[in-house]
C-alpha cells in the first residue's frame, strides 16, 4: 500500500508552494508549521523569512494567504499577529485521511528508508544472583526500543550481556566442586527453586571463603582453571549458569517479555577475545602500558588530584576487567554482526565508563561515522518517598515481589469494576493491567530521569496510567459490540464535531509520532501520545454520542472514529510491550 501522507505534509507542502509563487525570490523555505490552539496549524516561518528579505512580514502573510484556502484540504487561512498564519483543515480532508489510515494494516506509520542493523544492549542480570528493581529498566526499556525499531524498519539484534565471568566465580565453583550435593540438576528446578539453590549456594560458599584461608587460595586458582578453560571448572560454571537461566526465563515470563537463548551472549563469550583486543589496541598506539597495566588515557578525563582517569584494559597481573569484555563485544557486533548502530540500555551511573569505551573503540577504527554507538543513560527507579527504592529493612527490592505485589493491586482494581469476568478472567486481566501498569510508568518517564515507584498511582484509572488507556480501549470494544450488525465507515462528506476534529488530528500524528520516537530512541514520547489520545477520546465519548448519534451515517462515522482509536492504542501499546485487554 502507497505511504499516507499526514494532513501536517500536506499543509506545510501546499504553504511552501504558495510562498514560492508569492515570493519566488524566497527559494524553499521552511514554514515552521506546528499545532494550535488557535487553528488546527499554524505557521510562523514567514517572520524569519522576511526579516532577512527585509519585507513586511503580514504583507508576505497575506499575499500567502490569497493563495490558499477554500478547497478540500484547507478550510480557512487568516493572518494573525506580526505575521502568522493560521489554517484550518477541511473536515472532508481529515476523514479521507484517516480513512487511508485505517486501510493500512500500519495505521500509516512508515517504513525507515535508510534502515540498518541496531545491536540493542539490555536487561544484564547476573549469573547467580537475584534480579532486583535495578534490572527493571534496562529489560522494559529495551524491549520497548527493539519493538519500536523493528516496525519502523530496522532490523534489531538482541544482546543480554549477562555478568557470568569473574573471581566470583572461583568460590563458587570450588564450593561446589568439595560438595558436589548442593546443586540441583536445572531440568528439575523452576525458577523459583533455582534461585533458592543459587542464593544457598553462594551463601554458604561466601561463609567458607571469609573464615577459611586455604579455601580462599583454592577458589582463587580455580579462577585460573576458569580462565584457562579447565574442563571441570567449565562444566560446573555452565551448571551455575544453565540454574541462573531457568530463573531469568521465569523473571522474564512474568514481565511478559520474549528472552530468545540465542541473544544471551554474556561476558564470558568474549573472554578468548580479549588478548587480542588488547594487543590491537596497544600495537596500534591506543592503549599504553603504565605501571604495569595496559590503559588508554582521555585528556578531558580527570579525578579529583586533576590527574587523568584511565581506561584500563589489562591490569598490571595480566587480568582483564569490563573494559575489555565491552571492547571485544564491539568488534564482535561490527565485524561479525555487521552492526551499524551499537545502542546500550544502561544504568546512568555507567555513562563515565561508556563514554571512554566508545572513544577508545572510535580511535582504534572499529567505530565511526557508519558505526556509532548511543549509550541510553537511564535514571534510578524510587520509591514513593522519592527516596532510593528499598524494602523496610532497607534491602533491595526483588524484582519478582515487586512485579507479584503491581499484579495483586491490579487484581483489586479489576475485581472491583468487573461486573461479568469469572475469578480465572480476573486473574488474568490482573497480569496484563499489573504488568502493564509497571512499564507504562517507566516509559511515560524520560529514560535519563529518576521516576518514583507508587502502585496506588500506577494501577489508577485516573491519571497518565496504562489503567486509564487500557479502560480507554476496552471501552471502546465494549461500544463495538453493542453497535451489532452497523459497522465503522467513514462518512467524508460529514461535518465533525469540535471533539471529533480534535480526536482524528491527533490520531492522524500517530506515523509521525513512532517514527520520531524511534529514531530519537525516545518511547516517553510514544507514551505521552497515547495518553492524549486516550484524553481526546474521553472527550469524545463524553460529547458526541455515538450508538445514538442523529443520523445512521453519523453512527458509522462515529464508530469509524471509535475502531480507529481501538487499533491505534492497541498498536502503540504493542510497542511498549504492554497488552490491552478486550474487557476490563
Known amino acids: 500500500m502507497a505511504p499516507v501522507t499526514p494532513l501536517s505534509a500536506t499543509v506545510e507542502q501546499r504553504i511552501a508552494d504558495a510562498l514560492s509563487a508569492a515570493l519566488p525570490e524566497a527559494g524553499t523555505a521552511d514554514p515552521l508549521l506546528r499545532r494550535s490552539d488557535r487553528a488546527d496549524f499554524q505557521a510562523n516561518g514567514l517572520l524569519a523569512l522576511a526579516k532577512k528579505l527585509k519585507g513586511n512580514p503580514r504583507e508576505l502573510a497575506g499575499k500567502v494567504a490569497e493563495g490558499l484556502g477554500g478547497d478540500d484540504v484547507l478550510a480557512e487561512v487568516e493572518v494573525s499577529g506580526p505575521g ?26 512508515p517504513r525507515t528508508a535508510t ?24 529489560a522494559v526499556i529495551g524491549d520497548a526500543l527493539r519493538n519500536m525499531l523493528d516496525f519502523t524498519g530496522e532490523k534489531t539484534i538482541g544482546r543480554h550481556h549477562i555478568g557470568d565471568w569473574g573471581t566470583q566465580f572461583g568460590m563458587l565453583i570450588q564450593y561446589l566442586i568439595e560438595n558436589p550435593e548442593q546443586l540441583a540438576p536445572a531440568a528439575d528446578t523452576d525458577g523459583e527453586q533455582a534461585m533458592s539453590n543459587l542464593n544457598r549456594v553462594y551463601k554458604a560458599s561466601r561463609a567458607v571463603f571469609d573464615a577459611d584461608e586455604e579455601f580462599k587460595e583454592r577458589a582463587r586458582k ?51 577475545m580479549m588478548a587480542e583486543t588488547a594487543r590491537l589496541l596497544e600495537e596500534s598506539g591506543v592503549a599504553e602500558r603504565s605501571e604495569g597495566a595496559l590503559v588508554v588515557f582521555f585528556d578531558d578525563i580527570k579525578g579529583k588530584d586533576d590527574k587523568p582517569v584511565p581506561l584500563i584494559v589489562q591490569k598490571a597481573d595480566g587480568g582483564f576487567g569490563y573494559a575489555a569484555s565491552d571492547l571485544s563485544a564491539i568488534r564482535n557486533r561490527v565485524f561479525d554482526l555487521d552492526a551499524t548502530t551499537l545502542l546500550y540500555v544502561v544504568d546512568v551511573r555507567q555513562s563515565l565508563h561508556f563514554r571512554m569505551v566508545f572513544e577508545t573503540a ?25 527516596k532510593p527504592f528499598k524494602t523496610r529493612a532497607g534491602e533491595t527490592v526483588r524484582l519478582e515481589d515487586l512485579l507479584d505485589e503491581a499484579v495483586q493491586r491490579a487484581a483489586e482494581v479489576v475485581r472491583e469494576k468487573a461486573r461479568d469476568l469469572t475469578e480465572d478472567e480476573i486473574q488474568e486481566r490482573a497480569a496484563q493491567v499489573g504488568i502493564g501498569a509497571v512499564k507504562y510508568a517507566d516509559l511515560s518517564t524520560s529514560p535519563n530521569r529518576d521516576y518514583k515507584f507508587d502502585l496506588d498511582q500506577m494501577v489508577s484509572l485516573n491519571g497518565d496510567t496504562s489503567v486509564y488507556l487500557q479502560y480507554a480501549y476496552a471501552r471502546i470494544q465494549s461500544i463495538l459490540r453493542k453497535a451489532g450488525e452497523t459497522g465503522p465507515l467513514a462518512h467524508p462528506e460529514l461535518e465533525l464535531a469540535p471533539a471529533e476534529r480534535a480526536l482524528g488530528l491527533h490520531l492522524d500524528a500517530f506515523g509521525d509520532t513512532v517514527a520520531e520516537a524511534a529514531a530519537e530512541y525516545a518511547p516517553h514520547k510514544l507514551a505521552a501520545y ?34 480507529l482509536t481501538a487499533r491505534t492504542l492497541h498498536k502503540g501499546m504493542a510497542l511498549l510491550g504492554i497488552r490491552t485487554p478486550e474487557r476490563l
Open 84 to 109: 502568522f498564519l493560521n489554517i484550518t483543515v477541511a473536515d472532508r480532508a481529515i476523514t479521507t485521511t484517516l480513512a487511508a489510515r485505517a486501510a493500512d494494516d500500519r495505521l500509516g506509520v
Open 115 to 138: 534502515a540498518g542493523t541496531t545491536v540493542v544492549d539490555y536487561a544484564q542480570p547476573n549469573v547467580a544472583k537475584e534480579m532486583h528493581v535495578g534490572h527493571l529498566r534496562s
Open 222 to 272: 580455580r579462577v585460573v582453571a576458569l580462565q584457562s578453560g579447565d574442563e571441570q571448572t567449565l562444566d560446573l560454571w555452565q551448571r551455575f549458569v544453565d540454574e541462573s537461566k531457568v530463573y531469568f526465563y521465569s523473571v522474564f515470563e512474568k514481565l511478559d517479555m520474549e528472552i530468545r537463548d540465542e541473544e544471551i551472549v554474556g561476558e564470558s563469550a568474549y573472554n578468548a
Open 362 to 386: 572510535r580511535r582504534a577504527g572499529w567505530l565511526n561515522d557508519q558505526v556509532k554507538a548511543h549509550n541510553m543513560g537511564y535514571g534510578t527507579v524510587l520509591g514513593a518517598d522519592g
Open 530 to 563: 497515547l495518553y492524549q489520545l486516550a484524553s481526546l477520546y474521553t472527550t469524545f465519548y463524553d460529547q458526541c454520542p455515538v450508538l445514538k448519534a442523529d443520523t445512521p451515517a453519523q453512527v458509522e462515522n462515529r464508530l469509524f472514529l471509535c475502531d
